[in-house]
């Protein structure tokens, strides 16, 4: 009698926003940077992704993915490799032992769904890796580490390497052609510095700006100065990174953030034609992060952008009233404030221009902080008969 | 009996566009730049200062200057370092022939008046500056060659050394601690090439933004990037663009134009704190050209952009019913068209997204070209009485 069984296998994956930031390829077809770069795992209360992965003799056709509902087109070259790589691994255990269920020979079936909305712009591809990998790695029984799993997620987007860890991440270059040395490994864990918070200040954007796949193979391929950034730039930004996390030094951690957003987004512009994903709300934003260090005396926020308008702004736990209280001051009427950031009080008011731009372009906010890697859930998106769960 | 004659001498100058910018000093008292830059003379007969200097053994008092029918403070060092080289090449003048009066030794009285709008927020010192040494000499009757003379106008405000000269221009940065090898010299006449047309889309800001030297000087401090700029980018956009000019390679032309401005941006958006001189409107801008030449199926047009968000569009007059008919569709509505503008037809229709935010943004075109250098003129701003004349 065949086994019909079902294997099934839930994890969560988290979202992360660097702070030394990935942008250039040297090998696009295996995604290998041409810098290390270092990011923070934001928690997953706020931002994940769920996958379920299943597998079973019992199903037929192709390998499928329903992604928040909705059928996903997995034949990409992306995908299919992570997919690949998997079933080579699973592959091996097998071979190893005989007893196990050929799994290797079954179609997956995945299911997955994000905590937020799309809309929100925010870069969902890293989470979505990561879960996709370590879903299949659990559900295959796999014995690799996170780190050899990175791998595997690097190859459908650079940066979900680096959520396959929680914490503080850093995704190392590596030198060797095949890629097997540019991988992500832990900084340090959340509970080493779990004081960090981050608030998101979602952008609207009219439309989306060139996607950073393309973008930063222009970059690559223009820039008359983006060969400084990655061969002096970012090395000393990552050797500072390193420091200011080992010692949990907010203001160290902070110019180093804002300096290499900068850097990054500088060698955008300098691409021909430039990219600009900075528009004027960001600008504000950055303004709004200078205005209140000012205040304070000291460097208590950091902002960072990613390839997109969205300011991403870090600070510590002890620093949530004035932060949380200056941007809600002009920000309350838009969601996505927790509970209790209406009693933020700070005594910092925002320039009226720089006020009234962010009021005009910010849509939502985000508080969230710094957070834990993939989690095994008992959540299944899939039920033990393989049917996609209704919810 | 006393000489109470009034000696007069009255110039125009022109503001300059630079295709390779200046960003960045070597020496801050001196303005000596961190790289050469090259610009485009503008036509005097849209964009020009006035002055006329005099002085006589009858005035009394310390030099002064009336700017725009306002009473200007020339304490400041920049103006005053001027003074000073043109006063000390007078004296060399009077001591090597002591029958000449001794101007050098009487105040100076200047006016000096802009034909654009200070409003427009073009850097008018360029003029100002060039004008204002090139009047003295001429009332001083200085032997010295209009490249002597951008060393004296340099120490006023950088780029005005260049607008000494008429057409394409040289800044050579020159070695010398002193300065004396950091002058301005002609590529070529604006008569090589007369056909360079230039719109300026003047963009309505808010606020003026960092200053231009305070900004170079946080660039030269801050971006990690600069370096590579000065050091590789400039110098080999100086070698294409003097073979552009040479050859009157429009495309050529263009894109180290673009290439140049982008660059220049890029060390501001990498200084720390970041400057921001291009807003939402200028890259509307940028995005109008690059679709112009993307529909024209070639380079017709450039953009540039000094310390603001003023647009510079570079084109050739052949190509003047396509870039002035594309931009006219969009800002007929606003001030500065020339005659003839309503009658330019371009198949090119910006995209929607693009136009109203130029339509939104863009306070006044000012369509002007390629001209000539200072020039002595009968047009006197003071009277023969030393006293300044109403207008």
């Given at each position: 009698m065949a086994d019909t069984k079902v294997y099934r296998a839930s994890t969560t994956a988290p979202v992360n926003i660097a702070v030394v930031k990935y942008w250039g390829k040297r090998d696009a077809k295996l995604n290998l940077p041409t810098n290390s770069s270092i990011s923070v795992t934001l928690s997953q209360d706020d931002l994940r992704t769920l996958t379920t992965a299943s597998t079973s003799a019992s199903f037929s056709g192709d390998d499928s993915l329903l992604l928040n509902g909705e059928a996903s087109d997995i034949s990409g070259a992306r995908t299919q490799a992570c997919l690949r790589e998997l079933r080579a691994r699973r592959q091996a255990v097998e071979a190893a032992n005989?007893?196990?269920?050929?799994?290797?020979?079954y179609p997956l079936k995945l299911v997955s769904e994000n905590n937020?909305?799309?809309?929100?712009?925010?870069?969902s591809s890293a989470a979505g890796f990561a879960a996709l990998v370590r879903a299949v790695a659990d559900l295959y029984e796999l014995p690799e580490t996170p780190s050899d799993l990175s791998l595997i997620a690097r190859q459908g987007s650079?940066?979900?390497?680096?959520?396959?860890?929680?914490g503080y991440v850093a995704w190392r270059q590596g030198e060797r052609l095949d890629g097997v040395d540019s991988r992500a490994d832990l900084v340090?864990?959340?509970?080493?510095?779990?004081e960090m918070r981050a608030l998101i200040l979602v952008v609207s954007a009219a439309k989306k700006g060139v996607s950073s796949s393309s973008g930063m193979q222009q970059t690559v391929a223009t820039s008359g100065m983006f060969k400084e950034r990655i061969t002096k730039v970012v090395p000393e930004n990552m050797r500072l990174m390193e420091q200011a996390i080992a010692a949990k030094d907010f203001p160290k951690f902070a110019e180093v953030t804002m300096r290499d957003s900068n850097s990054f987004h500088a060698t955008c512009a300098d691409t021909y034609p430039p990219i600009f994903y900075l528009n004027d709300v960001s600008k504000a934003a950055i303004r709004a992060v200078e205005y209140i260090n000012a205040k304070a005396g000291k460097t208590i926020a950091a902002y960072t952008f990613d390839a997109g308008p969205n300011a991403v702004i870090y600070y510590e736990e002890k620093d949530a009233a004035t932060i949380l209280g200056t941007f809600y001051q002009t920000?309350?009427?838009?969601?996505g404030w927790k509970e209790g950031s209406a009693d933020a009080k700070s005594d910092v008011s925002l320039e009226e221009g720089v006020a009234s731009v962010l009021k005009d372009g910010i849509t939502r906010v985000i508080q969230t902080g710094v957070g834990e890697g993939p989690t095994k859930t008992?959540?299944?998106?899939?039920?033990?008969?393989?049917s996609p769960v209704k919810r």
């Open positions: 005989p007893d196990l269920p050929k799994l290797s020979t937020f909305p799309t809309a929100a712009g925010l870069a650079g940066s979900a390497c680096r959520s396959l860890f929680g340090a864990e959340a509970a080493h510095w779990p920000l309350s009427h838009i969601q008992d959540e299944f998106l899939i039920a033990e008969d393989g």
